[in-house]
Nanobody, 122 residues
Framework: QVDLVESGGGLVQAGVSLRLSCAAS????????MGWFRQAPGKEREFVAL????????WYADFVKGRFTISRDNAKNTMWLRMNSLKPEDSAIYYC???????????????WGQGTQVTVSS
């Protein structure tokens, strides 16, 4: 079993930066690919970013390319999402997830955190 806990969300103004963290405990996640998803009110949960188990590969949704950066440190069992130039449309609950597959499909992720709220005001 893997427990994932997100932190770092909050209420910010448009244009600023925020860094989300995802701390893993329980089973070793160093062999898992890890990703971020988000869900806005009334919308489906959508893929944001993905990082491979060894940090060699990353994958971003088109709407965050150039603004968000995903990273991880297996020694610390932690993953981050650095979000720059935040927009009101980035407001959502952000979830971290861990899985063996390299894809952006929610169903292929085995473990999920409870989420952290990000609200961007205009």
């Amino acid at each position: 079993q893997v427990d994932l806990v997100e932190s770092g969300g909050g209420l910010v103004q448009a244009g600023v930066s925020l860094r989300l963290s995802c701390a893993a405990s329980g089973r070793d996640v160093s062999g898992y690919n890890m990703g971020w998803f988000r869900q806005a009110p009334g919308k489906e949960r959508e893929f944001v970013a993905l990082i491979s188990w060894n940090s060699v590969n990353t994958w971003y949704a088109d709407f965050v390319k150039g603004r968000f950066t995903i990273s991880r440190d297996n020694a610390k069992n932690t993953m981050w999402l650095r979000m720059n130039s935040l927009k009101p449309e980035d407001s959502a609950i952000y979830y971290c997830a861990a899985g063996r597959s390299w894809n952006n499909r929610r169903r292929d992720y085995e473990y999920w955190g409870q989420g952290t709220q990000v609200t961007v005001s205009s």
